[in-house]
């Protein structure tokens, strides 16, 4: 452990003696074409600094100018998260030096957000509604990425140079802020989690994001601070940056808990820091001193109007809102007939949505829901990843299922076909070519096949004469496996009944 202190405090001792207090920032990049203040691609996996052009690389001169489809999805998110939309809001210059900031700034909202006051209802695995209310969500310009080399870990400790990359820069953020989040207890980590689950299936459902954590579409930094039962006077906090995962939520937020409880109980001082989140074991370390506002030096950027959205604007905006999710979740339990229960082992699987999506290309609910939920959620967790960042799609689900509904793969043979197309063999179809998976239906190879496993097994088919049907299932397994599982089981039950009853 990389902490101040070697020992963390246990769980429940900490709910004993401390009251968390927690405050999210979530950013989520918009999915629009150009980037925030400038005509570039905004598009992801592009080869590096070729999504770049004066003002993304800070260049004397260059002047931006305000994506107005970024305005209309912050107002959209603002909306469906119920807050208030600002009729005037303005962009500040946040300043700070840092390499993949190129004019040592960002384009950002300070005082006067485009949206503000809002909440999300979100729900924990029993059942339980959590409301988290929302301070703001405003509009601003992600940073490029750097690439550290030389180090252990990937980080700039210990690299021997670092590779810029402005294709990021530029690209348009809205950053959604809590009030801070208290009460929660000992479900302060589930809450998290459920809130953060909550936000990435809503704008996901608005189209404005496809808030991939695990490609930083979807950034999370938690604020975790404490204070001691009977107190009220908040303690300091530290903020835990860009986390990528649901299950990385969840475990930050706790960690920290019993890092802070142990730092206080043995006489130290909690640092107001930022810290990075370590996949390898759940723990965080100290990255760097937080700064404040102040420090910041905001101020309105004289290159950039105010925002102004007319009330008429807004609520034609609104009238575009689509299903919401939670609306949604309810419809489709009624028509799925599902429990509490099972609604909720889908949602905290991560499932629905992938479930939801595969039932739109043409599968039934079962066949979906049997897929997702078992051999893929098998899967997910062998690679340690969440289910949605699995290599296939809904649409590769729903062929596969297609498949093995014209007979032309078996259970055991669509397993496989899966699995290529998880090792990114290609498509399903191309998987099958290239594996040979499709069933055999060669009347003539099959009734072969039957023929040898019958004259081999001379005492399966006098048990089987004799009344024990039930034995018929050795005969199958070695047709099966005389075919490499290609055969149609169907077929071949019917073959070896026709031959041992004739």
């Known amino acids: ?15 004993e003696k401390f009251e968390p207090v927690m405050g999210m920032e979530v950013h989520v990049e918009l999915a629009t074409e150009t980037k925030m203040f400038s005509a570039s691609s905004a598009h992801f996996g592009a080869e590096p600094n070729s999504n770049v052009d004066p003002v ?19 107002i959209k998110i603002g909306l469906a998260l119920n807050c208030e939309i600002a009729e005037s809001s303005r962009f500040a210059r946040k300043n700070y030096f840092y390499p993949d900031q ?3 700034y960002q384009i950002s909202q300070y005082d006067e957000p485009i949206a503000y006051n809002g909440y999300l209802d979100v729900v ?12 703001r969500a405003h509009m601003e310009e992600d940073t490029g990425k750097l690439t550290h080399l030389g180090g252990a870990d990937g980080r700039i400790h210990g690299a021997t140079s670092s590779l810029v990359d402005c294709n990021r820069a530029g690209i348009p953020l809205i950053e959604i802020v809590t009030k801070p989040i208290i009460g929660a207890g000992k479900r302060a980590p589930e809450v998290a989690k459920a809130y953060v689950s909550a936000l990435r299936d809503l704008v996901k459902a608005l189209g404005v994001s496809d808030a991939r954590m695990d490609q930083g579409s979807m950034r999370v930094d938690s604020n975790v601070s404490l204070n001691r039962i009977g107190e009220t006077e908040f303690g300091t906090r530290t903020e835990t940056k860009n986390i990528n995962s649901l299950k990385s ?57 105010p925002v102004i959205a007319p009330r008429e604007w807004v609520e034609e905006i609104r ?16 028509e799925w007939k599902l429990s509490d229960a099972e609604m909720r082992d889908l949602v905290n699987a991560g499932a629905l949505e992938l479930i939801i999506a595969t039932v ?16 893929l959620a098998q899967k997910a967790n062998e690679a340690g990843v969440e289910l949605e960042a699995l290599h296939i799609t809904p649409a590769q689900v729903a062929r596969v299922v297609a498949l093995i509904n014209e007979g032309k793969l078996t259970n055991k043979l669509a397993r496989q076909a899966v699995d290529g197309v998880l090792a990114d063999e290609g498509d399903v179809d191309e998987v099958i070519a290239k594996r040979g998976l499709e069933v055999v239906r060669d009347d003539g190879a099959i009734e072969a096949a039957v023929d040898e496993a019958l004259a081999a097994n001379p005492d399966i088919v006098e048990k089987y ?19 490499r599982g290609k055969a149609d089981p169907g077929q071949v039950n019917q073959l070896i009944a026709k031959k041992l009853n004739s």
């Open 124 to 135: 924990l695995e029993d059942g339980t509604e959590w409301r988290v209310e929302i301070e």
């Open 249 to 305: 939520v969840e475990q930050a937020v706790r960690y920290e808990m019993m890092r802070q409880a142990a730092v206080i109980e043995a006489g130290g001082e909690i640092i107001q820091e930022t810290r990075h989140y370590q996949e390898a074991d759940g723990s965080t370390t100290s990255g760097r001193i937080k700064e404040t506002a102040e420090d910041y030096r905001y101020f309105n950027d004289p290159d950039l109007p």
């Open 56 to 74: 993304s690389l800070g260049l004397p001169g260059a002047l931006p100018v305000v994506n107005a489809k970024g305005v209309e999805w912050a």
């Open 465 to 483: 004469k004799a009344g024990n049907t039930k034995v018929v299932g050795a005969i199958v397994g070695q047709v099966m496996k005389a075919t």
């Open 319 to 334: 009238a575009t809102l689509p299903e919401l999710p939670w609306v949604r979740k309810a419809r489709i339990q009624e």
């Open 1 to 15: 452990m990389t902490a101040a202190y070697d020992e963390l405090m246990d769980y429940d001792e900490v709910l």
């Open 360 to 375: 739109e290309q043409g599968t039934t609910s079962g066949e979906a829901r049997s897929w997702w939920v078992s051999y």
């Open 102 to 104: 190129p004019k040592n």
